[in-house]
């Protein structure tokens, strides 16, 4: 064997080292990056990032106004919720968005969705509709036993009153007078909310 043979070989078995240890810091640097963009896309802000209308969602987040239910649900004694706990998206509905927005295709302000249903908001783990009930029950400021969510009206859906990004709608003053919860508002008689801050 030559001398030239044995440099060339020598060389080879060098590259070897190198192409595997440069394969496994791109690995770990792409598996970081993964990583981080999982852990950011399950953040407040992430839709903030493209969507310009979804920001003063994001402020009422962490506004500090617990009058406001986002705002509440963040802050939660036991479990502070993320945006994603309620709207969870497939890949291609998130896509679908993002082309809207990149197009222009959407209005503003955003469609309000009407998750806050009963069978959404009453799941194992969230709310628990005979601890509302009890709680909600107010003897003490009326002549007789009301709660705004006994069911003598029917059942309603929880976004008949709750609002999620904005002020809840105490709906019994379309018919009644009673006193706002603070950061409440009533609807008209005709049903039609005046303002919606």
Known sequence: MN????SAGNRSK???PRILILAAVIVVVLSGLVT???HWHDQPGFCTNCHIPMNAYVDNYYGGDTTLMITR???ADTVSLRCLDCHSQTLNEQLTEGAHWLTGNYTF???KRQIGTRSFCMTAG?????????AT???QEMSFAFSQHDPRHGKQECYTCHSMHGQSVYSCNQCHHFD???????PQPNGVIARIK
Do not use: Y
């Not at 969230?126 to 009890?134: A, F, L, P, Q, R």
């Not at 706002?180 to 009533?186: D, F």
């Open 126 to 134: 969230c709310h628990v509709e005979e601890d509302i009930i009890k």
């Open 3 to 6: 001398d030239k043979t044995k």
């Open 109 to 111: 302000p955003l469609e």
């Open 36 to 38: 981080g963009g999982v």
């Open 137 to 139: 029950t107010n003897t």
């Open 14 to 16: 060098l590259r070897m």
């Open 73 to 75: 649900h963040a802050m």
């Open 180 to 186: 706002l919860p603070e950061g409440w508002i009533s």
